[in-house]
């Protein structure tokens, strides 16, 4: 699992790495079972400090996204399709928000907004179309 | 136990007030960030805590014994880097380490081989003829071979190049990731060190600023990049919450703190606008801090906004 | 062991070696109790046999005082240049160690006067009094370095040591009448400088102050140097003209004691006169290898030629020699005319009055030798470290100079040939030394490095004893 960080970004870091793996975990990019990196391996490669990945792994875990083993490192959990797709939209949903401020603050209405949204997922292929 | 306890901690160098009232402490296991203005007190309130000062009121306690009874068996547990660490300067750098070293039973000669390779040591030279940085470097390593338990590092940057500076980074987070270690870092490069910190003490002109967690301290502050759909934004704004603004009639940048969860959507209203948030860094944040502290509040002049983004 | 390491690795270098043995050569010198070199191992055994004289006593009682003293300047000088450091604070349990190292130290030096004074004056009280007297005087230089301890202390400190040297003979009879009285008083001195290596509210004050010694070089965090007079400088400097640029020179060469460098003409002169021993007066411009004369020091580009550089550091230093020839003369007039107290036990031949008009006009001649020395140096931080070796180097070259100078000299004036060839012989020398002084002097600003790379990096800081004003650091 690639997880990359900017430190410098203003986002505090714990939350880039629980989005980047919330993000990786629900659009499929890993699948149930996958391995985290250990939190000194994963400190060490990004130069933060430990307790700032362990505070993202803890927030996962109380998200039920990953399972704590004993002793070994976190692994992505199983979870129910209803909770995925919820998962999935909220996300979407957030993407979305500075979207639709950008669309006030130009002054476009609603319909030519939607359109311009239809235009772009038609120009983006699904990951599933493109693995012919 | 915390490693270090600061409290009501005041100290004056005759007239001039270094510390004032100061409260804080340094959880274990932590690596705590101590930031201010050049002449905020931060030295000073290191070497408070090896007892090296006294304060005039107040107490610091390391290790659980005040400051300033820390015997050898306490002293063998710090290690200390100091700012202008200046030594015997007659000294090659292995035959002061060999000295230092005779100090402390816990001494890893491993170690110490070790990060004389990492830093890039030049151990064979006098340390009066060593560069600033060579300097610094050398002292990180006497600070850290003896497998302290907490780390007290005035500076340990200033000096260094940027390969360096991250070179010493990874250092300390290796080191604090296999030991028990605390480490309080007071420093200047606050890009280079925010990664690495999880606590923050800030210190303006001898007063203490902000004791916390550094997340929980960027969050309360964030910028907003405010856009009237009427074209109409006041020149200032007198929330409680905005600490500077900057900008015109159309759009407006602010720099918001604690700001409550209905105070958002209510100021949308109010302005007929549109926000959009982003975060800051401790870079960004740091002008506030310090000039907050100092009663300045919002300054007169929007354009001289204390810092968003540069 | 670990106090002995921790103490004695400290002098375990070539300088210090070297101002041991230097220590010794001085206080042979300064003692007549060898008037001559062939005696010293006479001496030494009438010592040893316990065959002494009343002389020889009271001058062994000096010497336990300076000989000890000598020893314990070495280790304190480098002790305490440790404990000015922040980076020694926290050093586990080293003011235990060098206690300890010190009292181990001081202990086997007094001994041995203890026992040349045991083998003469046979009585235990004698031996306990010397042996704590000798004690006292090893650490006693390093009550007088620390400043950390009040100077009213260290002043009353002194005093006892003093007394002991400028009255040997009341010494050596008071130390026979009443020895435990003198055994008490020295070892309460002693204790009280055992006190202040190990005080803990002394060791907090010593980083933030100058350290008198600064033989490593290290620099102090913050100090509160005295006060030079404010800048009033009222001449434009815009200018090619050599008077502004020497005045410039001269509020530049400024220093923490500025009549300092006279007192050491003084001393000699003096020195002279009581030894009835001519050929001395131009050791003082030993000093000039302190301070460099009236120079250009900062490290900023100035804009002058090199060729002014060149003539303005040469009429310095012809100034300089020339302001401490004048000062000399006339303090050879003074003391020709008050007569002054010759110290005993000399047994030189009484001078012959050319013999101080030439040693007055041989300091001037060969004090461009020691001038040299210095030029082009950074003010203070001169004695630090290594570069102590390489005064010492030119102070001993010096002096051999100055001897060979004045053993032709003494030649010259045997013969019966009158004082003429002899005044001849030095205008010859000192036209020749001035030529080489300027060809020298000319030649290093013409066409070496103005500004090279620093021997050492302590060269770029502002030393603490350069006079600027008071500055904090780090707070």
């Known amino acids: 699992m690639l997880i990359v960080v900017d430190s410098h970004n203003g986002v505090p870091v714990y939350r880039q790495i629980v989005d980047q793996v919330r993000f990786q975990v629900t659009a499929g990019l890993v699948g149930p079972g996958a391995e985290l990196p250990s939190t000194r391996g994963l400190s060490q490669e990004l130069g933060i400090n430990p307790m700032t990945v362990s505070k993202a792994y803890g927030l996962l875990e109380a998200e039920g996204l990953v399972v704590r083993r004993a002793g070994l490192p976190l692994v992505v959990a199983k979870r129910p399709r209803a909770v995925e797709a919820e998962a999935k939209a909220t996300r979407l949903g957030a993407l979305l928000e500075p979207v639709a401020v950008a669309a006030r603050q130009l002054g476009i209405d609603n319909e030519t907004a939607l359109d311009l949204f239809r235009r772009a997922l038609k120009d983006v292929t699904r990951p599933e179309e493109s693995r012919t | 136990m915390n490693p270090v306890e600061i409290q009501h901690v005041s100290k004056s160098f005759g007239d001039a007030v270094a510390l004032a009232d100061v409260t804080a402490a340094v959880p274990r296991h932590s690596i705590v960030g101590l930031i201010g203005r050049n002449g905020s007190g931060k030295s000073t309130l290191l070497r408070h805590m090896t007892g090296l000062l006294l304060p005039d009121a107040g107490e610091c306690v390391t290790l659980g014994l005040p400051a300033a009874k820390l015997g050898p068996a306490e002293l063998a547990r710090i290690g200390v880097m100091d700012q202008h660490a200046h030594f015997v300067e007659w000294m090659t750098g292995t035959q002061l380490m060999r000295y230092v070293s005779s100090f402390y039973t816990t001494w890893d000669r491993a170690l110490e081989r070790d990060l004389t390779e990492l830093l890039e040591v030049d151990a064979s030279a006098r340390v009066g003829a060593m560069s600033p940085g060579h300097v610094q470097r050398l002292a990180l390593v006497l600070a850290s071979c003896h497998h302290p338990e907490l780390l007290l590092l005035d500076e340990p940057l200033s000096d260094l190049d940027p390969i360096a500076r991250q070179t010493v980074l990874r250092l300390l987070l290796d080191r604090f990731s296999r030991d028990d270690l605390t480490i309080v870092i007071s420093s200047h490069m606050l890009r280079d060190i925010e990664p690495v910190v999880n606590r923050i003490v800030c210190l303006h002109e001898g007063r203490l600023v902000a004791d916390a967690d550094s997340d929980a301290l960027r969050e309360r502050f964030a910028e907003w990049i405010v856009t009237s759909r009427a074209g109409s934004l006041p020149s200032a704004f007198d929330d409680p919450f905005v600490v500077s603004a900057q900008g015109d009639a159309h759009r407006a940048r602010l720099l918001v703190r604690d700001v409550a969860a209905t105070d958002a959507a209510r100021f949308e209203a109010a302005h007929d606008a549109a926000i959009e948030a982003r975060p800051l860094t401790l870079e960004q944040i740091f002008p506030v801090l310090t000039q907050q502290a100092s009663g300045q509040g919002r300054p007169r002049d929007a354009a001289e906004a204390g810092g968003v983004a540069r | ?475």
């Open chain 3, 1 to 475: 062991m670990s106090a002995l390491y921790a103490t004695l690795r400290l002098v375990w270098r070539p300088l210090a070696l070297l101002q041991l043995g230097l220590v010794w050569v001085v206080v042979a010198f300064l003692l007549q109790i060898v008037p001559d070199v062939s005696e010293v191992v006479p001496v030494l055994r009438a010592l040893w046999l316990g065959a002494a004289t009343p002389g020889m006593l009271a001058a062994l009682w000096v010497v336990l005082v300076v000989g000890p003293a000598g020893a314990g300047i070495i280790l304190a000088v480098n002790r305490i240049d440790l404990q000015h450091t922040t980076a020694s604070w926290h050093l586990p349990a080293l003011r235990r160690r060098l206690l300890s190292g010190t009292i181990v130290c001081g202990l086997l030096v007094a001994a041995v006067p203890a026992v040349l004074v045991a083998r003469n004056d046979g009585t235990t009280g004698a031996t306990l009094a010397a042996f704590s007297v000798a004690f006292a005087a090893f650490g006693a230089p390093g009550f007088w370095l620390d400043t950390a301890v009040s100077r009213a202390a260290r002043v009353l400190a002194a005093l006892p040591m003093l007394a002991a040297i400028a009255w040997p003979t009341s010494m050596a009879r008071l130390a026979h009448d009443s020895p435990l009285l003198v055994a008490a008083l020295a070892g309460a001195l002693a204790g009280w400088q055992l006190y202040a290596i190990r005080s803990d509210r002394a060791a907090r004050l010593r980083p933030f102050r100058w350290s008198a010694s600064r033989q490593s070089g290290s620099r102090t965090l913050y100090w509160s140097g005295r006060k030079v007079r404010p800048f009033e400088w009222r001449q434009s400097l815009a200018t090619n003209r050599l008077l502004p640029w020497l005045r410039a020179a001269a509020r530049e060469s400024e220093t923490r004691y500025p009549l300092a460098h006279l007192g050491a003409a003084a001393v000699t002169v003096l020195m002279a006169r009581l030894l009835d021993l001519p050929q001395t007066i131009p050791l003082y411009a030993g000093s000039f290898l302190l301070k460099s004369s009236l120079q250009l020091r900062m490290p900023i580009l100035y804009p002058l030629s090199r060729v002014r550089r060149a003539q303005l550091a040469y009429l310095g230093t012809v100034i300089d020699a020339a302001t401490y020839f004048l000062f000399a003369g006339v303090l050879l007039y003074v003391t020709a005319l008050v007569p002054l107290p010759r110290l005993p036990s000399v047994d030189w031949e009484s001078p012959r009055p050319i013999l101080w008009v030439l040693a007055w006009g041989g300091s001037l001649a060969l004090a461009p030798v020691a001038q040299w020395h210095g030029l082009g140096q950074p003010t203070g931080d001169r004695l630090t470290g290594a570069r102590l070796i390489g005064f010492l180097a030119w102070l001993l070259g010096y002096a051999f100079l100055v001897v060979l100078a004045a053993g032709q000299i003494n030649v010259a004036t045997r013969a019966d040939a009158g004082p003429e060839r002899a005044l001849a012989a030095l205008l010859v020398l000192l036209l020749v030394v001035q030529a080489i002084h300027a060809v020298l002097v000319f030649g290093r600003y013409t066409r070496g490095d103005l500004a090279g790379a620093p021997a050492t990096y302590a060269d770029l800081r502002i030393s603490a004893g350069s006079g600027l004003a008071a500055r904090r650091a780090g707070m």
